[in-house]
Nanobody
């Protein structure tokens, strides 16, 4: 199983960016999917998560500015970010609770991250 993020980059304050994350390989089933971020000198923190049924959960810092969604047919989760601020600068990581075909158990998989830089 691989989890790969895309969509990071440089954006000006107030701008928008859309991140994508796709799970591939021997994926049998996916439960929760989530986005975390880790800023310079900071610990990794939850940004938003979404259940397999599409129910979202947001950190206070993301509420009202970010929207998480998913496409279950494509094993993909998105993070639409708007009104971006310099303090949103971080490496954004995807996390997914996945069961693969070789196991009866779910486990969490992490992507390698995608860098988002908010700067003028």
């Amino acid at each position: 199983v691989q989890v790969v993020e895309s969509g990071g980059g440089l954006v000006q304050p107030g701008g928008t960016l859309r991140l994508s994350c796709t799970a591939s390989g021997t994926v049998s089933s996916i439960r929760d999917m989530a986005w975390f971020r880790q800023g310079p000198g900071d610990e990794r923190k939850l940004v938003a998560s979404i259940s397999s049924g599409g129910y979202p959960n947001y950190a206070d810092s993301a509420m009202g500015r970010f929207t998480i969604s998913r496409d279950n047919d494509k094993n993909t989760v998105f993070l639409q970010m708007s009104s971006l601020k310099p303090e949103d600068t971080a490496v954004y990581y995807c996390n997914a609770d996945i069961r693969d075909y070789t196991s009866s158990r779910f486990r969490y998989y992490w992507g390698k991250g995608t860098l988002v830089t908010v700067s003028s």
